[in-house]
């Protein structure tokens, strides 16, 4: 009797896919992580060792946010991408990744009035939607996390300065192809600039920026179609969190707002993805369950979807198989194990992530010093 294999487990995460023309190989996404080791804005070696460590063949890389200006910056030593300095250092990180078969995103950011005067080019406020500073008492923690500043009181942006801020997210685009990366992500999440605009309990403005939903989302908009005309739909996504509450933004009708920018993102054709973050993870009998609120824009939208937000191997499988998404990005459990995507396959156990060290600056303690699985299984070899 010929000898028969038992029948291959079949992994959802682990099934190829199509994003556009991006032939992938596994639905695996490393969702950005902004991680402070860009010394004076600009990125570092370090981030060829750590991006390509976790880059496999057709796997999508999404990079930490990355400022379109002087003003974008809020945290310690994030990187850039607005001076040709900063492109140059992008080059051998992002050929790095593509010598591994990765295709990487670049996130494009302006933190708004999440950030401190101190971080600014010009020691002036940080610029937002509002002249409201970031309440403590709505979602938002009243200083850094590393540095311990507080988020100052930030300016409103004059109405006629706005086009000039879509012309820096424009040419940050423009310079992260120059680069080599494969598209960009444009940072509409997690109440960053965009968001302020964007969500009812941030923006307060009178103009055609402020009041009804159409009027919120127009900067946004204007962003969105800045950039696919400078680069083509189908090298643009963008992060969307409508449900979220970070930084003291909040929505009264988030599945309005969600509802509203998918039709805004249908409108050019071949967009290439929309990535959506899941609200806050819900306690359900004592264990934590994602709320799974993201199915009527997975629906709704034409491209690509991702899901972020508290996935594991199994919720990832789960949402995979039954059409809830096309791709999950992993954050913590990314940080933490370069292999990520082997690890799935093989249903390997996995490093834990040490929260201390996600925002610190050490070039390699806490960023390239994870283990990898062989490394693991030759370390216990050795122990044994
Ligand atoms: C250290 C750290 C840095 C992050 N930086 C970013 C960022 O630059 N841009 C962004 O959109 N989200 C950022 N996030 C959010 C993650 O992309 C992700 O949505 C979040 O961690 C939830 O997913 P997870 O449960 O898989 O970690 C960050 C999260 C962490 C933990």
Request: hydrophobic letters at 35%; aromatic letters at 10%; proline letters at 7%.
């Amino acid at each position: 009797m010929a000898h028969q294999e038992a029948p291959k487990e079949v992994i959802p995460l682990m099934t190829p896919y199509k994003m556009g023309q991006f032939e992938l190989s596994h639905r695996v996404v490393l969702a950005p992580l902004t991680r402070c080791r860009s010394y004076g804005n600009v990125p570092q070696p370090h981030a060829a060792v750590y991006y390509s460590q976790r880059a496999t063949k057709g796997g999508l890389l999404i990079a930490e946010a990355t400022g379109v200006s002087a003003t974008a910056q809020g945290y310690p030593q994030t990187p850039g991408i607005w001076t040709q300095e900063q492109v140059e250092a992008w080059k051998p990180i992002v050929d790095a990744v593509h010598r591994k078969g990765g295709i990487f995103f670049c996130q494009i950011w302006h933190v708004g009035r999440v950030s401190n005067n101190g971080f600014q080019p010009d020691g002036q406020a940080p610029i937002s939607s509002t002249d409201k500073q970031i309440s403590p008492d709505r979602g938002g923690p009243r200083r850094f996390p590393q540095s311990g500043m507080v988020y100052s009181k930030p300016r409103r942006l004059r109405t006629e300065e706005i086009a000039g801020i879509v012309d820096d997210f424009r040419r940050a685009a423009r310079n992260a192809i120059e680069a080599g990366f494969d598209g960009v992500e444009i940072h509409g999440a997690h109440g960053y600039l965009l968001e302020q605009f964007m969500k009812d309990s941030s923006n307060d403005r009178t103009d055609e920026y402020g009041g009804s939903l159409e009027n919120r989302c127009r900067f946004a908009v204007e962003v969105i179609d800045a950039i696919v005309c400078e680069v083509g739909a189908h090298r643009v996504g963008i992060r969307l969190s409508p449900f979220v509450d970070f930084m003291d933004c909040v929505d009264s009708d988030p599945v309005a707002l969600g509802n509203y920018m998918i039709q805004q993102l249908n409108k050019h054709e071949g967009f290439i993805y929309c990535h959506m973050v899941e609200p806050r993870m819900a306690i359900v009998d004592g264990r934590r369950q994602i709320p799974h609120r993201l199915l009527p824009f997975r629906k709704a939208f034409n491209g690509t979807f991702i899901a972020a937000g508290g996935y594991d191997r199994e919720e990832g499988n789960k949402v995979v198989a039954e059409g809830y998404t096309d791709l999950v990005a992993y954050g913590r459990l990314f940080l933490a194990n370069p292999d990520l995507p082997r690890r799935f396959e093989l249903g390997a156990p996995l490093n834990k992530y040490d929260r201390s060290t996600f925002y610190t600056q050490d070039p390699i303690v806490g960023y390239t010093d994870y283990p990898f699985l062989e490394e693991d299984i030759n370390k216990s070899a050795i122990e044994a």
